[in-house]
């Protein structure tokens, strides 16, 4: 295990995966589970978790449909080792240097949390595993291309990010992937989208869906020191649930 921040051991999906993190740094939250929540993976598949940090997303996935073939890709070292002491088969390697055996490998299913941030537009951050995680040094688009290519035919591809980069990763999606549906989700009623996962299918003809916005907390502002998750995706954070859409 390489060196680094000290560790905390959290519970995701009400316990059915435990995850080592670090505390200071990047650290997985909502976002990843919602993407695995959104994958209509069935067993025997496989499935390719690009820039998969400790794991979460994929073993998230993994503990919801038991019997998926999984597999991380995680540039930054010490995250991969996370990854790899979580459970999860992981190559540490940047995205788009991939090695040849990966390469070769066709999947059913690549999910992504690309970063969030456009470090042209913004300030790093002074943690260098949550500037890897959230800073933006690789396009959009690249992360798009890299999917599509690691997609078997009618494979599909999931990724989760803010709705302002929503035009990005469409043009991205344009002439890799078809079939393309956008989930917004909006934190409170009467609040504009701020997140969204958007599914897309290799050789899909598909035309484009914009579902309705799901919400994520119940009332119209945060009033006291309790959670506040909407059932449905409380039974997604804490049982496991699918996210149907």
């Not at 040094?137 to 291309?145: F, I």
Request: net charge positive.
């Amino acid at each position: 295990m390489s060196d680094g921040p000290e560790l905390s051991h959290d519970a995701f999906l009400g316990g059915k995966v435990m995850l080592w993190q670090p505390r200071v740094g990047y650290r997985s939250g909502l976002d990843p589970v919602l993407l695995a929540a959104s994958v209509p993976a069935k067993a025997g598949q496989s499935v390719l978790d690009l820039g998969c940090g400790a794991g979460a997303a994929a073993l998230c996935l993994g503990a919801r449909v038991p019997g998926l073939i999984l597999h991380g890709v995680e540039r930054q070292p010490y995250y991969a080792d996370l990854a790899a002491r979580n459970g999860l088969d992981v190559t540490c390697a940047d995205i788009t240097a991939l090695p040849m055996p990966l390469k070769e490998r066709s999947f059913d299913h690549v999910i992504a949390n690309p970063p969030f941030f456009d470090r042209a537009a913004g300030r790093p951050s002074p943690y260098s595993g949550r500037e890897g995680a959230l800073g933006e040094d690789t396009a959009l688009e690249a992360w798009v291309q890299i999917a599509a290519k690691r997609l078997r035919y009618r494979g599909l591809a999931h990724f989760v990010h803010r709705m302002a980069r929503l035009p990005d990763l469409l043009a991205g999606i344009r002439p890799v992937l078809g079939s393309v549906e956008v989930q917004p989700f909006s934190a409170r009623p009467g609040r504009a989208p701020e997140l969204c996962i958007i599914r897309a299918r290799k050789g899909g003809r598909a035309e484009f869906r914009l579902h309705f916005p799901r919400l994520l907390h119940r009332g119209e502002a945060h009033l006291r020191d309790a959670e506040s998750y909407t059932p449905e995706i409380k039974a997604v954070l804490r049982d496991g649930a699918a996210l149907e859409f």
